[in-house]
């Protein structure tokens, strides 16, 4: 009997492959939408940097005017120490949080709200922003990094900026063990060989370096995790020339 594959073995729960929430630090939300965000606005003050292995963006760690404590996104140009406003009433400027309907159309935002009060479920991937087209009335239309454009409510909240981070995957890997610790810190496995290089009973591809005689040809109503190569093929292999047709005729 075969083995089951990575992915299956993954999406089936068992503890090899469960994500190590226990790592992460942070659960990344906006404070609740209350009736001080609502009228007025918040100062909060940057205190820290926090590298949270759940996300490859950074972290801000601030504290608000009222002795609140939580944790924003690290926006591109903020540092410690400086002072974010958070509310109806925040200016709009690099790292402030405020809905849509208090921004200007253009504008670059991350960190945004699929309903109001959810506390943020959108571009927060690094280097990512989204860009307000336009609002009308109730309505807010968002153009995100796929370049989709969405419809949200105008009552979102939204941080302004580009998540700090950008480039990151375009740094060399240098080594295989560096690949190999950033793929531990998220449980997965690392390096991940071809199907073709496996044993049969190991993948649907495997077995394939020797075919020992078999056709190497694919049923046109195979299944998609075995379609692959030569998918109804006439024939396969070198043709074989008509001197040699005619000989073996005669």
């Known amino acids: 009997m075969g083995k089951m594959l990575k992915q299956q073995k993954r999406g089936k729960g068992s503890p090899r492959y469960l994500t190590p929430k226990m790592r992460y630090k942070v659960t990344l939300q906006y404070r609740n939408y209350d009736d001080v965000e609502k009228a007025g606005v918040l100062k909060a003050q940057v205190l820290d940097f926090v590298d949270d292995p759940a996300r490859?963006?950074?972290?801000?760690?601030?504290?608000y005017d009222n002795g609140e404590e939580n944790h924003l996104l690290a926006p591109e140009g903020v540092c410690i120490g400086d002072t974010l406003e958070q509310g109806a009433q925040?200016?709009?400027s690099t790292g402030n949080v405020l809905p849509l309907y208090r921004m200007p159309d253009g504008a670059f935002i991350c960190n945004l709200e699929l309903t109001p009060g959810d506390g943020g479920k959108l571009v927060r991937a690094p280097g990512s922003y989204a860009v307000l087209v336009s609002k009308e009335g109730p309505k807010a239309y968002v153009k995100l990094p796929s370049k989709k454009v969405i419809t949200l409510s105008s009552d979102n909240r939204a941080q302004v900026g580009v998540v700090c981070g950008g480039g990151r995957k375009e740094r060399p890997m240098l080594k295989a063990?560096?690949?190999?610790?950033?793929?531990?810190?998220q449980n997965r496995l690392w390096p991940v060989p071809r199907g073709v290089h496996q044993s049969v009973y190991n993948h649907p591809h495997g077995g394939k370096q020797h075919h020992e005689g078999k056709p190497t040809t694919v049923s046109r109503g195979a299944p998609p995790g075995s379609k692959v190569g030569h998918i109804a093929a006439r024939s396969t292999g070198r043709k074989k020339s008509k001197k040699a047709s005619k000989e073996s005729g005669e």
Not at 56 to 63: D, F, N, R, S
């Open 56 to 63: 490859g963006a950074l972290l801000l760690k601030v504290k």
């Open 177 to 185: 063990g560096v690949q190999y610790y950033k793929m531990k810190a």
């Open 90 to 92: 925040a200016s709009v």
